[in-house]
């Protein structure tokens, strides 16, 4: 076994903590009849995956959802649906995150769409005005990318973009096709559940390594 050099963390479920029926209720409240169905934790359908890898941008998805649901909806209206995913972001993660990087190179690896990561790469991101990319080395990101986990393809791309041997990383995601496919490609995994206080089982890893 490699000694572990690298991290990767998910973002929802892992970071931060979600509510997915919350944010399906957002969007059925603004007129979405079959968000059920679009809108899920891991893998989204429709416009919504194609917002995620990055086929749309967030112009066109607005475009597309009001064509989609007959209705015209203010774009913050959209945003606050989307933001409905998000129930809290536990500082206590943020602050062992910035500890794991005085020894390891941390990265984030998270399926995603334009309407979070424009929030969280703001000062809005934390109470102490720091945006996400204040807290890891690189992010990596599924609509810039162009990819959804648990596509190969976007493990690939990281791995040589930043250099990375997946025997010395240890891959952090609460999807278990995710870290399946990780597991198989030779990272180190852990599935934590979501809002899971997951520090004492990473350092239980990291102290065997």
Same mark, same amino acid.
């Given at each position: @076994?490699?000694?572990?050099?690298?991290?990767?963390?998910? &973002?929802?479920?892992?970071?931060?903590? &979600?509510? $997915? =029926?919350?944010?399906?209720?957002?969007?059925?409240?603004?007129?979405?009849?079959?968000? !059920?169905?679009?809108?899920?934790?891991?893998?989204?359908?429709?416009?919504?995956?194609?917002?995620?890898?990055?086929?749309?941008?967030?112009?066109?998805?607005? $475009?597309?959802?009001? !064509?989609?649901?007959?209705? =015209?909806? #203010?774009?913050?209206?959209?945003?606050?649906?989307?933001?409905?995913?998000?129930?809290?972001?536990?500082?206590?993660?943020? *602050?062992?995150?910035?500890? &794991?990087? !005085?020894?390891?190179?941390?990265?984030?690896?998270?399926?995603?769409?334009?309407?979070? @990561?424009?929030?969280? $790469?703001?000062?809005?991101? +934390?109470? #102490?005005?720091?945006?996400?990319?204040?807290?890891?080395?690189?992010?990596?990101?599924?609509?810039? @990318?162009?990819?959804? /986990?648990?596509? #190969? $393809?976007?493990?690939?791309?990281? @791995? /040589?973009?930043?250099?990375?041997?997946?025997?010395?990383? &240890?891959?952090?995601?609460?999807?278990?096709?995710?870290?399946?496919?990780? #597991?198989?490609?030779?990272?180190?995994?852990? +599935?934590?559940?979501?809002?899971? *206080?997951?520090?004492?089982?990473?350092?239980?890893?990291?102290?065997?390594?």
């Amino acid at each position: @076994m490699g000694k572990i050099k690298n991290i990767v963390f998910d &973002l929802g479920g892992v970071i931060l903590d &979600l509510d $997915r =029926d919350r944010a399906v209720r957002r969007f059925e409240q603004i007129g979405l009849s079959d968000a !059920e169905e679009l809108i899920d934790p891991y893998h989204q359908k429709g416009i919504f995956l194609d917002l995620e890898e990055g086929r749309i941008d967030r112009n066109e998805f607005y $475009r597309l959802l009001r !064509e989609h649901m007959g209705k =015209d909806v #203010a774009e913050k209206d959209i945003d606050y649906a989307w933001m409905g995913f998000i129930v809290a972001l536990p500082e206590y993660k943020l *602050d062992y995150i910035l500890k &794991l990087r !005085e020894s390891y190179k941390v990265y984030l690896l998270s399926n995603t769409n334009p309407i979070i @990561m424009g929030w969280a $790469r703001t000062g809005e991101f +934390t109470p #102490a005005g720091n945006p996400i990319t204040y807290y890891f080395d690189k992010i990596y990101t599924s609509y810039e @990318m162009g990819v959804c /986990k648990p596509a #190969a $393809r976007i493990f690939n791309f990281m @791995m /040589k973009d930043a250099d990375m041997n997946p025997e010395e990383t &240890l891959f952090v995601d609460d999807g278990k096709s995710n870290t399946d496919m990780a #597991a198989g490609m030779g990272f180190v995994t852990y +599935t934590p559940a979501n809002g899971e *206080d997951w520090r004492e089982a990473l350092n239980e890893i990291l102290n065997k390594r």
